[in-house]
């Protein structure tokens, strides 16, 4: 193919083509399109769109970005807000809330907490990079955001400073709050690293989550608040065994864990049939185990409802205030536990997404 000699006048774009404007000129365009002038004195070689990668790359998230997605942020929000929420729960009175020492205690124990749950998230990220490839590959080491060498990094630092601010402070550091730390590390470390990677075994990966967020965070927490806030030297067993609130809080996150624990593996049974990782989900069916942590976390807001309903009247002629308080917090537990099952009823077990947006509200 051979053009009549033109000139072009403007710039080649990155897709090969031109602006022109057209006059005579010792200009040639060749089959291989190329210019050649018509004395060889030099060459001027177009552009086509094969030569040039048009497509633009991905620009990876600033490094805050990405681990702040790889600490799984519904997790790191839950234990932030458990805190503060057990110190007020654990407070003799409620002018006691509003003191300094309330106030180092939560904040205190907030840094190595999430620093703990960081690990624990992390480490389990890092030993299910390939079922993540499957099940979650927006995290960020399947999505290739950050790399194993650098996760491990951040997991080991994670967990080395957390257990040091257990034991850093003479009033802070207490025995309550190790508890919690060292609980959480022994059995998050359990649930996710060979040879014992219990997650392999759904009743012990669910024992793992129920005892984690239900006694081990409950009343650890509860005895450090005691300790360290209101001046109270109880052990955590002696919180958990003998103090009802510290008790009731322990055994509503642990049935509330035991949803949370099963509901988690229905949206990723694909990736775990592949894993051999055989969980409730894959052993009885998607269906069946949705469904009836459904029926379970509305049970148990109707059930702690009924005992708010009922502390509620029994102070109704000595405290109305604390009356007014007990049947609010009843009347919020029935709204939830309606809200749970209404909006879990037409969710579609065999649909991930819906599913995984269900557990998300639970959260």
Not at 230 to 246: Q, Y
Request: proline letters at 6%; glycine letters at 6%; a positive charge.
């Amino acid at each position: 193919m051979t053009i009549a000699p033109t000139t072009f006048s403007s710039t080649i774009n990155p897709f090969g083509q031109t602006n022109k404007s057209q006059s005579r000129s010792p200009y040639r365009l060749n089959n291989n399109l190329e210019y050649h002038t018509d004395t060889s004195t030099s060459s001027l070689f177009a552009t086509t769109a094969a030569d040039i990668d048009i497509e633009d790359e991905p620009s990876s998230p600033p490094f805050p970005v990405v681990i702040w997605r790889f600490t799984r942020p519904h997790t790191l929000i839950g234990s932030a807000m458990a805190i503060p929420t057990i110190h007020m729960l654990a407070a003799p009175t409620i002018s006691s809330i509003f003191t300094l020492p309330m106030l180092m205690s939560m904040v205190y124990a907030m840094v190595p907490a999430l620093l703990m749950n960081l690990y624990i998230t992390g480490l389990n990220q890092i030993t299910d990079v390939e079922i993540d490839k499957i099940n979650k590959p927006y995290l960020p080491i399947p999505a290739g955001e950050l790399t194993e060498k650098k996760a491990k990094k951040v997991v080991t630092v994670s967990l080395i400073l957390s257990l040091l601010l257990g034991v850093a402070h003479p009033i802070f550091g207490t025995n309550g709050l190790n508890v919690a730390l060292w609980g959480s590390a022994i059995l998050g470390t359990m649930y996710s690293l060979p040879p014992f990677r219990l997650k392999r075994f759904p009743a012990l990966a669910a024992f793992c989550i129920v005892a984690v967020r239900g006694a081990i965070v409950n009343a650890g927490f509860y005895a450090h608040a005691n300790a360290a806030a209101f001046g109270n030297g109880l052990t955590t067993l002696n919180c958990l065994l003998t103090d009802k609130k510290c008790f009731l809080s322990s055994l509503f996150f642990g049935v509330f864990g035991i949803v949370i624990a099963l509901m988690k593996d229905v949206p990723d049974v694909k990736g775990d049939e592949l894993a051999n990782i055989r969980s409730f989900s894959v052993r009885v069916g998607q269906k069946t185990i949705f469904h009836s942590m459904r029926r379970l976390v509305s049970s148990l807001f109707y059930v702690f409802g009924l005992g708010f309903l009922q502390g509620s009247i029994s102070v109704f002629k000595a405290d109305k205030v604390v009356s007014l308080c007990r049947g609010s917090v009843a009347a919020f537990s029935f709204y939830f536990g309606l809200c749970a099952r209404a909006k879990g009823k037409d969710v579609n077990a065999e649909d991930s997404k819906e599913v995984y947006n269900y557990y998300m509200y639970l959260w």
